[in-house]
Structure formats: C-alpha cells, structure tokens
C-alpha cells in the first residue's frame, strides 16, 4: 500500500526510518524491525515530497543497508523517480529557474540520485537522473541576465527572493550535485556532459564556496565579498563543500584540486575559532558530521595520517556531548551521533550523507 500524506515516522532525518539505521549498523535487527514496523503502519509515501529523506526512497536506502528492498519498494521508488524527472522536464521545457527541492539532496534529485547509486546493479533510471542534474551546469535567462542553471527564484527560506540566490552547500546546494556526480564517474557511471558539469560546479565553489549562499550582488562583484564569519558543518559551509571538491578531483584525476580541498578540512578544523562556532553533536551540522566527513577525506586522502589528530579531537568532542541531544533520530539526534562515534560504515550509511 502507498499513500500521498506524510506519517512523519519516515522521515529519514528524525523519524523511525533513521533509527532503524543505528539498529542496522548493530546488527540489532529485532529492534530495527520494529521501528521499520512503526515506519511504515500507515502505508509507504510516494507523494510529491517523497525523496531520500522521506517515504519509499528512505525505506529503500534503509532496507537496503540491511537484507535489501522489496520489488515493491523499488518499483514504488521508480515512481516517485519518474514523476520527479517528468516535472523537471517540463520546467526545462518552459525555461524557468528551478526551485531547489527540484534538484537538492535532501528534497531533490541528487538524493534519489545517491539512492540509486547505491543500488546493487545499476538502475535504468540513473543516467536521466543524472542528466538532469548535468542540465544544471547550462546557463539559464533570468528576467534581465543569464545565470546559473541551478540560481532559484527563492531564497534559502523558500520565499521570493529578490534576484534569487545560488545555493552551495551540501545538502540544499550545488555540492550534492557535484558530489553524486563524481561518486558515479567514480563508479563507472558517465552521462554526456557529466565531467564537464563537475568541471563547472567544482570552479563555482572554487569562487563562490566560503559563502553558505550567493546572490545576485556576489555575481555583480568583480570578486565575491569576503563572507562573514560562519558554522563549519556537513550541510553548510567548507566543510561539506570540501568534501564534495575531493571527490570531484578524485573523479577528475587532478591532484591539485584535491590537494587544495584536504588542506582546507584541515584548516578548518584546527582553527579554534572556528571550532568555537560549532555548538552540537549532529550529522547534520555538529561534530558528528564533521567527524564522519574528516574519515572520509582521510580514507581516500594519499597522505591519511595528518588527519589522525582532526578524527581523535572531533571523536573527543563528540563523545563528550551527544547525550545532550534533546532528539532520538538521525540527522539532528543521538542515532546519528552514535552511528559517528562508533566509528564504522559496514551498512554505508554514511552514503545518505553524499560522503561515500
């Protein structure tokens, strides 16, 4: 059975679905069935706001981390992909900016994307997704210029903005493209146009990226403004961008690149002051997320052990703080945290987060 309403247990971020991955990663399975149960009591949601994070795609990915989906799941995972390609197309169609959920990790494209990389074979679907993601990298007409194919006429709060803004952060930005990009050229996966599309979202962040956002006046600029100071997280800020500009050069074969996006992690968290700006525990934008981001630059980083003083202080802080967290779930609560402190990924779930 599915249903269009939105039971809020599956909700991957702090819903059962997202304990059930902390269950998984124990191999606590009586307990992650009964959260599963609890997911899913009400049917399986495959209405416009099923993505990743919500309904049949964020069961998808957790029974996947476990014994696997259904035929039932994935055909209802197939659905929600091709209703979603068929309104971008038709926003292609008519020359429009695209809102971000179009195409965002969390909400968008990208995520359903890094869902069906993860799948064991390769699923039809994922050369049009990732098409359509390369579409973003072709220069659109606003009302008096042209402007990045991904700029959205909304703000990052989702209401009108004027002249839109250009969003670069891993999980509403540009960097989960570039990333799910560059873990499926990484993965054999080539589309035409794709590593020219990483070409061109990698050089944006290269200008663009110590900013969360940017604006119209930061395209005006001659150089963007020098960004105020900020939270370094997954979601948000160099962190999360440096990420996904290691697995571009990666992708790319260009050490410079890569070289550049390492040193960047490492200044960042070695600084104290900005240290002192980050204020919880989570994935999504505490220590959690930082700590399973920095593993993941060290594992695939030619020179791994810079980063062993960044992963036991980040492991410290952690450790001394999740239980704090005033919430159970994933994103923003204690499972995440703990999935982060304990230092494994034999599930990949660390993939729902662009990192793997």
């Not at 991957?12 to 997911?39: C, F, N, V, Y």
């Not at 695209?98 to 968008?108: F, L, S, T, V, Y």
């Not at 074969?253 to 996006?261: E, F, L, M, N």
Request: aromatic letters at 4%; glycine letters at 8%.
């Amino acid at each position: 059975m599915t249903t269009t309403t939105v039971p809020s247990t599956q909700d991957l971020s702090e819903g059962a679905l997202g304990r059930a991955l902390l269950d998984i990663e124990r191999r606590d399975l009586s307990t992650a069935r009964r959260h599963l149960t609890q997911a899913t009591v009400r049917g399986v949601s495959t209405g416009s706001n099923a993505s990743l994070f919500h309904g049949a795609p964020a069961l998808e990915f957790v029974l996947t981390r476990a014994n696997g989906a259904s035929d039932d799941v994935r055909s209802a995972v197939d659905r929600v992909v091709d209703a979603r390609l068929a309104a971008a197309h038709r926003r292609q169609a008519a020359g429009t900016l695209p809102h971000p959920a179009e195409w965002d990790h969390i909400r968008g494209l990208t995520g359903l994307a890094a869902l069906l990389l993860s799948r064991r074979t390769i699923a039809p679907r994922l050369p049009d997704v990732l098409a359509c993601l390369v579409a973003l990298a072709r220069p659109t007409r606003g009302d008096s210029r042209m402007l990045p194919g991904w700029w959205s006429p909304v703000g990052p709060d989702g209401k009108t903005m004027t002249g839109g803004h250009g969003n670069n952060g891993m999980a509403h930005g540009i960097s989960g493209p570039l990333a799910v990009l560059s873990l499926a050229l990484r993965a054999g996966v080539n589309v035409p146009g794709q590593e020219e599309a990483v070409g061109t979202f990698a050089t944006w962040l290269d200008r663009h990226g110590t900013h969360y956002w940017s604006t119209a006046a930061h395209l005006d600029a001659e150089q963007p403004p020098k960004a105020d100071p900020a939270r370094q997280s997954w979601c948000y800020g160099q962190p999360g961008i440096a990420r996904a500009q290691q697995l571009a050069a990666l992708a790319l074969g260009d050490t410079t690149r890569r070289q550049a996006a390492e040193d960047t992690v490492a200044a960042i968290l070695t600084d104290p002051l900005q240290l002192a700006r980050i204020t919880d525990s989570t994935l999504c934008h505490g220590w959690a997320g930082l700590l399973t981001l920095t593993r993941a630059v060290a594992a695939d980083s030619p020179a791994p052990d810079r980063f062993t003083p960044i992963i036991q202080d980040l492991h410290r802080r952690l450790a001394a703080d999740w239980e704090h967290l005033p919430k159970p779930g994933f994103m923003e609560g204690r499972a995440g945290a703990q999935l982060a402190l304990h230092a494994t990924d034999t599930t990949g779930w660390s993939r729902a987060l662009l990192l793997t």
